[in-house]
């Protein structure tokens, strides 16, 4: 199993940037892949991005490719998403996922392990 902590969210201005963190905890963390998604109020949470176990391919919704970058450190047990070029439809709850299909995918029903989120508020 794998426990998963986010952090790093907050308030910023449309066109700023913000990186959430994603803490492992767990022996085999670099067995599986992680994704993130997001929950807007009155919304259905939604894919954002993945990563394969090996960091070596990452998949992104078209709603942040260019803006959002993923990567992940298989030492620290650590996945980031940077958020660049924010924009108030960004706004959501964040939340990391682990899979133990270890690719880059982005089905929310394969993703076995979730954490608790960090809300990110882009304000205009």
């Known amino acids: 199993q794998v426990q998963l902590v986010e952090s790093g969210g907050g308030l910023v201005q449309v066109g700023g940037s913000l990186k959430v963190s994603c803490a492992a905890s767990g022996p085999s963390f670099r067995t599986y892949g992680i994704g993130w998604f997001r929950q807007a109020p009155g919304k259905e949470r939604e894919f954002v991005a993945s990563?394969?176990?090996?960091?070596?391919?990452?998949t992104y919704a078209d709603s942040v490719k260019g803006r959002f970058t993923i990567s992940r450190d298989n030492i620290k047990k650590m996945v980031y998403v940077q958020m660049n070029s924010l924009k108030p439809e960004d706004t959501a709850v964040y939340y990391c996922?682990?899979?133990?299909?270890?690719?880059?995918?982005?089905?929310?029903?394969?993703?076995?392990?979730w954490g608790q989120g960090t809300q990110v508020t882009v304000s205009s």
């Open positions: 996922a682990a899979s133990t299909a270890g690719a880059a995918i982005m089905l929310e029903p394969d993703f076995q392990f």
């Open positions: 990563i394969s176990l090996s960091g070596g391919s990452t």
